[in-house]
């Protein structure tokens, strides 16, 4: 029987990361399947597609920390950002690879997420992180040469580079079975695969994508902005 596996891209610059984060491994336990983490640069992701992230845009970085605040308040935890937003995360993405946090990957990735997102922990500072995996009791044998190891800076760019292959655009991004979901939102729609009951439709779908362009945004230049 074939492995029945999550696998989880995200990065800890992203407050929706850790929601999902919060709630992911509930589903795995629940329907016996496995995690499979994945630590990606965000950034990286958003130049390969070229896009902007919602914190670079000022009235969406409004509505996000707005979400924010109303989503730990319905979801009955405490939401207290990093630090410094945006910070550098990777080495707190390095700490997250398999190859470096071995079976202490899951609560290396707990720790760094928590202390980020409801402690105001700055992340993106590796004295920080070690202090915090020494309160957690997570050893980590020569952490500063690791995070430092060509070796596994290269991991983590491979990792990027396979999400993009994969069609990861942004973060969180979960895959299941090649289905594809994106964000912290996804929970149900999730739920509902793993249960065997995706109502997808994979006709539709394809009559939807394949609809023909009624226009170019590129070409819809500004001299044609008042125009009907």
Known sequence: MAAKLIHFYFDYISPFAYFAWRKLPILAKK???QIVNHPVVFG???????QLGPAEIS?????LYQYCLRYAHINGFNYNPPKKHPFNPLAALRLSLKKVSGLNQNKVIETIFEAGWTQGQDIGDLETLIFLLKQKSIE??????????????????NETHSAIKLGVFGVPTIIINKNLFWGNDQMEHIELLLKGK???DLKKLNVHIN????????????KNFHQK
Request: a positive charge; aromatic letters at 12%.
């Open 140 to 157: 980590i044998k020569n952490i500063r040469t690791k995070i430092s190891d060509p070796i596994i800076k290269e991991l983590l760019i």
């Open 31 to 33: 329907y016996k399947y």
């Open 59 to 63: 009235p969406k970085r409004y509505w």
């Open 44 to 50: 990286k992701l958003l130049d390969n597609w070229g």
């Open 211 to 222: 609809k023909p362009r009624g226009i170019d945004r590129k070409l819809f230049g500004k």
């Open 198 to 200: 995706d109502p997808l």
